[in-house]
């Protein structure tokens, strides 16, 4: 693996593709911009690529199907397997440091130049039309010129900069979905975990895409959400303290891993940075509370062990950029289709309820074997040129972005959005200008399903 680095030195630098964020999104981006014939430069303001997956340990990809999401998943699926660090299923767990390294030679392969612990604080605007960015290293201040930008840092950060309008939150006006911080344990037997589950089957959500369970695997493959009864008993007793009245446990392919989904964050912002303060702080005494709780009361964890909490906590909604098409719940449910389609998804909305009510979770479903098609206009930020919208912060309503929020999701936008800006690029045009069809078919090229 010979990762290129960007140009040293602050000042200006150029690329023909400049990628914002090195999460899901922008490694597809960045990927796919890279082997569209484009001289890409990633920046990324961690020291690791993987976004959420990653440093927020959000490690299983939520709606896998082949057949519907192709492309750089595919590619991810087959090299983390590879290294058996994934088990494949509708609900894909995968080892986060196996994840890391296959990201990182993924871009390395694909020729991109990466710049990492470089935070983007802004956009550099010509009129309507973005036409770089600036970011903050330890080392100064630098500005890159790029023939066109995508903007994959989850929050829209770019787009904003350059006064995109954006809506935030509910329609009734609460905030967004809840932050999480998620957490490992280790050496737990699963077997005694999986014995609970089948004497015990009312503990768990009746809705079958909740809760899976493939024993036929090795190690199993499951997912668990609910535990209603221990949950409860765990309040009772003052042991767990957590926004919630249940929680979701996976297991993660290292034999005895498994992924706890427990702690709720409710009506702060993600993009407030002493809001993001007071949540680290209240995600992490829930977290604490959940390890006590595991270790007493669920079955399998007697012995068990805390491996690590995220080293951030997981945002799941901010910025939703307002583009020249709004993803809406109508359009998901109907399965609508768009001749300007760049990307399918079929995961339910999955919406993490409220402050005022933050035992609700609402679960959307399509019908079996039913996807949607997401139009490349949501990609296109409604009032600005040189810039393409890929991952958290595409144009969707906030029911919407419950289902095109989730990770093979956001690498199939990503992948979209890199393609769309290695052509606008090559050929001058404005990602608006592009047409859809030649983008169309550049991505059933790079192997995209539409
Ligand atoms: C707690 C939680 C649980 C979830 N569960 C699942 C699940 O089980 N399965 C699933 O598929 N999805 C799940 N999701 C959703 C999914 O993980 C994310 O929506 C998805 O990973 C978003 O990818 P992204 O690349 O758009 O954004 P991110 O992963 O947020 O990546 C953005 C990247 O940009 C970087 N960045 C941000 N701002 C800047 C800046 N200004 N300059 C430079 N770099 C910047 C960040 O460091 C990060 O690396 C979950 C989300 C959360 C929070």
């Not at 030195?9 to 690329?15: F, I, K």
């Not at 964020?21 to 920046?43: H, K, N, Q, T, Y």
């Not at 492309?71 to 894909?92: C, H, M, N, Q």
């Not at 089957?201 to 997912?223: A, G, Q, T």
Request: aromatic content about 6%.
């Amino acid at each position: 693996m010979q990762v290129q680095q960007s140009t040293r030195g602050n000042g200006t630098h150029s690329a023909e593709v400049l990628v914002a964020g090195g999460g899901m999104a922008g490694i597809a981006a960045a990927v796919a911009a890279a082997r569209a014939g484009a001289d890409v430069l990633l920046v990324e303001r961690g020291g690791t690529l993987g976004g959420v997956a990653t440093a927020g340990l959000n490690c299983s990809f939520m709606g896998v199907d082949r057949s519907v999401i192709g492309g750089v998943l595919w590619e991810v699926l087959d090299r983390l397997a590879s290294v058996g660090g994934s088990i494949e299923g509708l609900y894909t767990p995968f080892d986060p440091e196996a994840f890391k390294t296959v990201a990182m030679e993924m871009v390395a392969d694909a020729g991109v130049r990466l710049l990492l612990h470089s935070w983007v604080v802004d956009a550099v605007v010509d009129g309507d039309t973005v036409t770089g960015v600036r970011f903050i290293t330890k080392s100064g201040q630098r500005e890159v010129r790029a023939g066109a930008v995508v903007d994959a840092t989850g929050d829209g950060d770019i787009a904003a900069a350059a006064h995109a309008p954006f809506e935030t939150g509910r329609p009734d006006g609460q905030p967004g979905q809840p932050m999480t911080v998620m957490l490992r344990m280790g050496n737990v037997d699963t077997s005694k975990l999986i014995a609970y589950i089948k004497a015990n089957p009312d503990e768990l959500y009746k809705n079958p895409l909740k809760c899976v369970l493939e024993e036929n695997r090795d190690p199993p493959l499951f997912l668990f959400s609910g535990f209603f009864d221990l949950v409860r008993k765990g309040k009772e007793a003052g042991v767990l303290r957590t926004a919630r009245e249940s929680m979701g446990l996976q297991g993660l392919p290292n034999k005895g891993q498994v992924l706890v989904n427990a702690t709720r964050v409710h009506g702060l912002s993600g993009i407030d940075a002493d809001d993001l303060t007071r949540a680290e702080i209240e995600g992490r005494k829930q977290a604490k509370t959940v390890v006590e709780f595991l270790k007493k009361y669920m079955p399998g964890f007697d012995d068990a062990h805390l491996i690590d909490t995220a080293a951030s906590i997981g945002v799941r909604e901010t910025r939703r950029i307002k583009g020249l098409y709004m993803l809406t719940k109508e359009d998901i449910l109907s399965e609508r289709r768009f001749p300007d389609a760049i990307a399918r998804n079929f995961f339910p909305m999955d919406n993490h309820g409220p402050a005022d009510n933050p035992n609700s979770h609402s679960w959307t479903v399509l019908r079996a074997g039913g996807f949607y098609d997401i139009p490349y206009r949501c990609l296109l930020p409604q009032t600005l040129n040189g810039v393409l919208l890929a991952g958290r912060c595409i144009s969707a309503t906030h029911e919407a972005h419950a289902s095109t929020r989730t990770m093979p999701c956001s690498l199939a936008t990503g992948q979209a959005a890199g393609v769309a800006a290695a052509l606008s690029a090559r050929h001058g045009t404005r990602p608006a200008d592009l047409d859809a069809g030649l983008l169309r078919k550049a991505l059933i090229e790079q192997r995209v399903v539409l």
